[in-house]
């Protein structure tokens, strides 16, 4: 067989052996996490030695930590859990690829158990609920199973042994989702699925909450703490309407808000 054939053949044989040999692929590149909490709030975080895994713990340095919403650090499907005796409330998302959050010790839930979740949406409202000395956010990030060091919009945090040696404010839904932002006010405010008293109740917002209004409408008449109004706030998340009572602003119709 002339040479030149010969070494045809043989690249010919070379190639398709190569078809057979199996190409490790690369691990699933990690969402783009952002802080579990609302945008321009400044946290500060510690690690405990004897925490599960790699986890943070978050806690807002103006003192006000429960009660606020805890936020999605990435989009995908949430599911509620309940552990009294450790996690307490806490709210596990699969991201895809092998990559899932955890939110633990959560005062309240925002969204129902499978909800399809975005990066910035509320989950959840800060807590102190099963085995924890105080309200915190408890945040994981794992991939296939195994804690990592947690990474926020591509940077690696430190992890302390106290708070307030590090800090990080949340660019987490800056103009990301719909709506107004506003801010309520109380506790137990109860989020109903229309703007009457007879709707059910979908959420209960445990303290002030940072929500984004999608417009507003007259409804049943509300009165507390000396306030009366018959207009109801349409909320982007948790989904449902709240009296306009309970939106932190003076004027009983929000200003630049449309009608529903």
């Known amino acids: 067989m002339p040479l030149r054939r010969l070494l045809a053949v043989l690249a010919a044989l070379l190639v398709g052996t190569a078809t057979l040999v199996a190409v490790p692929t690369e691990a699933q590149a990690a ?4 802080a579990p ?5 400044r946290w500060t975080y510690s ?6 895994r790699r986890a943070l713990d978050f806690v807002r340095t103006d003192g006000t930590t429960n009660g606020t919403p805890v936020l999605a650090s990435a989009g995908g499907t949430a599911y509620q859990y309940s552990q009294p005796s450790g996690a307490g409330n806490y709210i596990a998302i699969e991201h895809g690829g ?6 633990f010790h959560l005062g309240s839930f925002s969204v129902g ?3 399809q979740v975005s990066q910035g949406q509320q989950i959840g409202t800060t807590g102190s609920t099963g085995n924890s000395s105080g ?5 994981e990030q794992l991939y296939n199973g195994v804690g990592q ?5 591509g940077s690696a945090l430190a992890y302390p042994g106290s708070y307030y040696q590090y800090f990080l404010t949340s660019d987490n839904g800056c103009g990301s989702q719909p709506g107004t932002p506003f801010m309520t006010w109380g506790s137990g ?16 917002l445990g303290g002030p909450t940072s929500v984004r209004v999608l417009c507003q409408k007259q409804g049943d008449t509300v009165n507390a703490e000396g306030y009366t109004n018959n207009w109801w706030a349409k909320l982007a998340s948790p989904a449902g309407f709240v009296s306009n009572i309970y939106i932190d602003h003076p004027a009983a119709i929000l200003p630049g808000v449309p009608t529903c």
């Open 37 to 41: 909490y609302p945008c321009g709030q």
């Open 113 to 115: 158990n499978g909800a």
């Open 31 to 34: 969402p783009n996490f952002k």
């Open 98 to 103: 092998g990559w899932k959050t955890y939110y």
């Open 47 to 52: 690690h405990h030695s004897a925490e599960v």
């Open 189 to 204: 405010v109860r989020v109903r699925s229309d703007a009457y008293l007879s709707s059910p109740v979908v959420a209960t």
């Open 149 to 153: 060091n947690i990474v926020i919009n």
């Open 135 to 139: 309200p915190h956010i408890h945040y």
